[in-house]
């Protein structure tokens, strides 16, 4: 898939009444990227100082990215039939951010992110990566309903048999996962409550993390272990963004100063 071409939708974002939360409902994929470059240390700080504070790359297409050092950055609006206005503005794929008016309206509108493709999302097989760790920096705008995560794609990406959508929530905002809990998982000192849905799982930190270093294959290693995970799916795109429910109305940023992803 090219960056020109429309990202791949899944399905209409499920809106939940009498609730203020909204689950939860998949994002969708984009074109692919080049190879990762290597993490630096963990932190767990408020996001270090990356800001851009002057883009090189704006857009508010609502499919529309760019391609810098490995990754690519996306716009990424797929809910377009219910989503307000988005501005994506990059200094560099750890530097950038989002400017996001969307109604007070329960349901999934945007997921703009930055991602790695692994083979041109044909994807490589779990067992090629000894490790597999990123760091990530960003902080979403406090008010609305919202969550910042990262999503993995295993077994393919999009809405497809045997594809396994494996989110990591760093920040939550009001938002509630698909499915149910059904366990708790902790490493490097934090804890997250996993959800499970057919084909979706979800590690929800129970504290909100602005910055660090999060061990992927070992999420994945335990997911498997647990019988949630098929044994040795292919890895096939990784990615860092903030799913907007909702900005109740109002303008709200969302604020990335740092990414990257190390494969070994």
Same mark, same amino acid.
């Given at each position: 898939?090219?960056? +020109? ?9 499920? =809106? ?24 630096? %240390? ?31 950055? /996306? ?13 994506? @503005?990059?200094?560099? /794929?750890? @530097? ?9 309206? +329960?349901?999934?509108?945007?997921? #703009? ?14 067992? +090629?990566?000894?490790?597999?760790? @990123?760091? *990530? %920096?960003?902080?979403?705008? $406090? ?14 990406? $999009? ?10 929530? +760093?920040?939550?905002?009001?938002? =509630? #996962? ?24 979800? *590690? ?23 019988? /949630? ?5 292919? =890895?096939?795109?990784?990615?860092? $963004? ?23």
């Amino acid at each position: 898939m090219t960056r +020109t071409m429309p990202a791949l939708l899944l399905a209409a974002a499920l =809106v939940l009444s009498g609730t203020t939360a909204c689950r939860q409902d998949g994002s969708s994929s984009a074109p692919p990227s080049p190879a990762a470059t290597a993490s630096p %240390a963990p932190g767990t700080a408020a996001a270090p100082g990356r800001s851009c504070t002057d883009p090189v790359f704006t857009t508010s297409d609502p499919d529309a990215g760019w391609s810098e050092g490995g990754y690519y950055v /996306h716009n990424n609006m797929w809910n377009q039939a219910e989503a307000g206005p988005q501005t994506l @503005s990059a200094c560099s /794929h750890g @530097s950038w951010y989002v400017d996001s008016t969307q109604p007070a309206t +329960t349901s999934v509108k945007t997921y #703009p992110n930055v991602h790695q493709d692994i083979n041109d999302q044909d994807g490589a097989p779990l067992s +090629t990566f000894p490790a597999i760790r @990123s760091t *990530f %920096a960003g902080r979403g705008p $406090g008010t609305g309903i919202y969550d910042v995560a990262y999503d993995l794609w295993l077994n393919g990406v $999009g809405d497809g048999p045997g594809v396994t959508e494996l989110m990591v929530w +760093t920040e939550n905002h009001g938002q =509630v #996962p698909d499915g149910s809990k059904v366990a708790a998982y902790t490493a490097d000192g934090v804890t997250y409550d996993v959800w499970r849905d057919e084909g979706y799982l979800a *590690f929800v930190a129970q504290d909100t993390h602005y910055s660090g270093t999060v061990d992927l294959k070992a999420m994945i290693d335990w997911a498997i272990g647990a019988g /949630h995970v098929p044994p040795n799916p292919t =890895v096939n795109q990784i990615g860092y $963004g903030i799913e907007f429910c909702s900005t109740d109305g109002k303008a709200a940023r969302f604020t990335v100063t740092d990414f990257s992803v190390a494969l070994s």
